[in-house]
C-alpha cells in the first residue's frame, strides 16, 4: 500500500468519525441552540446521495462510511428535536401556573 | 452523463457546502457552545489529508471541494476561539468592578 492509498484510507476514515464528537458533545450537554439544522439536513441528503452511488459501483468503503455518516445525522437530527422542544415544553408548565 | 455521474457530482457538491450553514449561523449568532471544537479539529485535518490525495492523484473536483471545506473549517475554528474568548473577557471585567 502506497502513502496515497494510506492517505485516501484515513481521509475516509476522518471524514466518518467527524460527527461522532458533535453527537456526544450534545448528547452530554443537551443544548443544540448553536448546531445549524440545514447543516444536518445537508448532511443526511448527502449521505443519501453517496449510499446511492456507492450501491450502484459497489463501492463498500463508500457505503459503509456514509452509512455511518448517516447514522449520525439522524442522531443529531432527533437530538435537535428532542432538545429544542424541551426548552418549548418548560415555556408552556410555567404559562398555566 | 447517467444517473450514477450525477449522484457522485451532487454527493461532492452537498459534502462541499456542508458547513456554509453552520459557518453562517455562527457569525450571525456569535454563539459557539454547542459546537464540538474536535469535530472542527477533525474537518480541519481530513481535508488536508483529502487535499493531499487529490493533489497526488490530480482529482480537481476532490482539490477544490476539500480546498473550499477547508476554508469553511478555518472559519469555524477562528469562530470558536473568537467567539467563546468573549465570554472570558466580559468575565474579567465583571471581577474588576
Known amino acids: 500500500m502506497n502513502w496515497i492509498e494510506i492517505a485516501g484510507h484515513t481521509g475516509a476514515l476522518l471524514s466518518s468519525i467527524t460527527f461522532i464528537p458533535q453527537v456526544y458533545k450534545v ?3 443537551k443544548s443544540v441552540g448553536d448546531l445549524s439544522l ?10 443519501l446521495v453517496w449510499l446511492a452511488y456507492g450501491v450502484a459501483l459497489n463501492l463498500w468503503p463508500v457505503i459503509l462510511a456514509n452509512g455511518f455518516i448517516c447514522f449520525l ?3 443529531l437530527l432527533y437530538f435537535k428535536f428532542a ?15
Chains 1, 2 share one sequence.
Open 38 to 47: 440545514y447543516m444536518m439536513l445537508i448532511v443526511f441528503t448527502s449521505t
Open 27 to 29: 448528547w452530554k450537554t
Open 73 to 75: 445525522s439522524i442522531l
Open 83 to 97: 432538545f429544542s422542544r424541551k426548552v418549548i415544553v418548560v415555556a408552556k408548565v410555567k404559562e398555566s401556573e
